[in-house]
């Protein structure tokens, strides 16, 4: 335990991950890069809290070991993005949870996870270390960086300890016989709506939007997701979601999506 917390400095985060991606460019790759030049870089700040960094050192591990399992278990390029992106989504609500406060809310902390604990992760994910995936470029859309985006996806699906929303599009999905994407429509309508910040509002966009017959984006024309999501967007404007109780979000859902098709076929003109 520790009274200080690590942190890095958009400037020298930058400094960094230019130097990681020059090293893709000598080597073709990013495995390999020796991080232990750049050791002297790292900060710490205090806190009021004690942080534990055996506890992160933990976590970072146990990640590590399912990007494995799910490396080896197969499947498309596309779907193996999808579960490391829903496995950091449910691990960064539990880390928030071991740190002090003052960490979890400093961007510093978050560049610092970036670059020397999940770099490997952002790398693998994004295909590329640029600095808007980690802060590089300051303070500024916090929501587009790599790990604070999981961090919201989590965030948003989560209900007490219980994050399984992380997962259901992807497994109904599945279930479906529809393939395994669903990281665009996670990311465009439970993570980024300004909506989706009220407490219980996106884990009930998702049960609605899981409902039977669930809705699923086909391609570029047929969107009932984004139909769903612009709907709520309009009735926001008018009500307070943050005043509503579970039970009401989950209802203003489903009413709102009344008429929305779940198949291409049975579209119809409802906005």
């Known amino acids: 335990m520790s009274n200080s917390y690590p942190v890095l400095s958009a400037k020298d985060s ?23 030049a750049h050791e002297g870089l790292k900060k710490t700040r205090l806190c009021r809290e004690p942080f534990d960094s055996d506890a992160l050192t933990s976590l970072a591990r146990e990640f590590q070991n399912t990007r494995a399992a799910i490396h080896i278990a197969g499947g498309s390029a596309s779907s193996k993005r999808n579960e490391q992106e829903e496995e950091f989504a449910q691990l960064a609500v539990r880390l928030i949870r071991l740190i002090p406060l003052e960490a979890a809310q400093d961007p510093d902390f978050w560049r610092y996870l970036s670059v020397f604990v999940f770099r490997d992760y952002i790398c ?12 590089g470029n300051g303070n500024k859309n916090l929501v587009r960086w790599t790990l604070i985006r999981g961090l919201v996806w989590g965030l948003h699906c989560a209900d007490g300890d219980d994050v399984s929303a992380v997962y259901k599009a992807r497994l109904v999905r599945e279930t479906a016989g529809k393939g395994s994407e669903v990281r665009d429509l996670y990311i465009s309508h439970v993570v980024r709506p300004n909506w989706a910040k009220a407490n219980g509002a996106g884990l009930a966009f998702i049960d609605a939007a899981m409902a039977e017959p669930p809705l699923f984006d086909i391609g570029s024309e047929f969107r009932p997701w984004q139909q769903l999501n612009a709907r709520v967007g309009r009735i926001a404007k008018n009500v307070y979601l943050p005043s509503l109780s579970r039970d009401e979000l989950e209802l203003l859902m489903l009413q709102e999506r009344e008429g929305i098709p779940s198949e291409p076929a049975l579209l119809v003109e409802n906005d």
């Open 14 to 36: 930058l400094s960094i991950g230019e130097a990681v991606e020059a090293h893709r460019g000598r080597t073709g790759n990013y495995a390999g890069f020796d991080e232990r």
């Open 124 to 135: 693998a994910t994004e295909g590329d270390f640029q600095p808007q995936r980690y802060g």
